[in-house]
């Protein structure tokens, strides 16, 4: 099981956007799929986004975290919601109210354990979690991920706010787990070379702008084949390779998770 989370440093540089288009890129060969977990302690982009209200509020995350104990996999799979009509891109859904996350402390170590246990389900989860620093932060989904991705867009204030945050990430979570960066667009001032040196990061990950794509990941719409051949999805589909390349320099030796 691969267990990503994505987070920002400051402003809105598209966290939720992102992990949409990631999980719907991820290759999902043998039967795999992908969940996205909205973990955004600010309140969910996606409720009354991609979903438009669709469900009910008080379902995902809170449903979880009313519940005692520790949970398991087939817990969140239980609680999630089909994205595509295959049911291969799943959805925990986050909160609809920013009052709502700070009731979900004692969920986040329990919901990365249950993450943990999906392998034999087949699928890899990705946690939108927000922006760093937050009151309610899920710090144990950033603790716990396989790898860390922090979602910035070229400009000055975010190139400095993120190599501030790298940073602090990758002392906290030291040089086994991987943390790296995806950059949301390109030479808007600053191309993605400037911005890797600034960062000092070697493997840039780059998501394309294309707003007509983004608007049906982040306002909700047709996923068809014009969706499927975007610069968005062309760009998440190597950027979900380069995760996937560099995974293995992030995998424990058995028994040293927390």
């Known amino acids: 099981m691969t267990l990503i989370a994505l987070c920002s440093a400051n402003g809105a540089p598209g966290v939720t956007t992102a992990a949409l288009a990631l999980a719907w890129a991820w290759p999902l060969e043998g039967g795999r799929s992908s969940l996205v977990i909205d973990a955004d302690p600010a309140g969910s982009g996606i409720l009354p986004g991609y979903l438009q209200a669709a469900i009910p509020a008080g379902g995902g995350v809170l449903t979880l975290a ?3 104990g ?3 996999g087939d817990d969140l799979l239980g609680e999630a919601l089909a994205l595509d009509p295959n049911g291969t891109r799943l959805l925990l859904a986050g909160i609809s109210n920013p009052t709502q996350g700070s009731s979900l ?3 986040w170590p329990r919901l990365v354990s249950a993450a943990h246990d999906l392998d034999p389900a087949g699928v890899d989860v990705f946690t939108d979690a927000g922006r760093l620093g937050h009151r ?4 144990p989904v950033l603790d716990g991920a396989d790898v860390v991705v922090l979602v910035l867009r070229p400009t000055l204030t975010g190139v400095v706010a993120a190599r501030a945050a790298l940073a602090a990430l990758r002392e906290s979570r030291g040089l086994v787990r991987r943390t790296t960066a995806l950059l949301v667009g390109d030479r808007a001032p600053y191309g993605a070379d400037e911005v890797a040196r600034a960062l000092e990061v070697d493997d840039l990950l780059v998501l394309a702008t294309d707003r007509g794509a983004a608007s049906i990941l982040s306002g909700g719409g047709v996923t068809g ?3 499927a ?3 968005l999805m062309r ?3 190597a950027a979900a390779g380069g995760i996937r390349s560099r995974l293995v320099s992030t995998r424990l030796p058995e028994g040293t998770r927390s």
């Open 235 to 237: 760009s998440a589909a």
């Open 70 to 72: 520790p949970l398991t």
């Open 229 to 231: 051949r975007s610069s």
């Open 136 to 139: 309610y932060e899920p710090s």
């Open 66 to 68: 009313a519940r005692r």
């Open 105 to 107: 402390g004692g969920l």
């Open 225 to 227: 084949w014009r969706f």
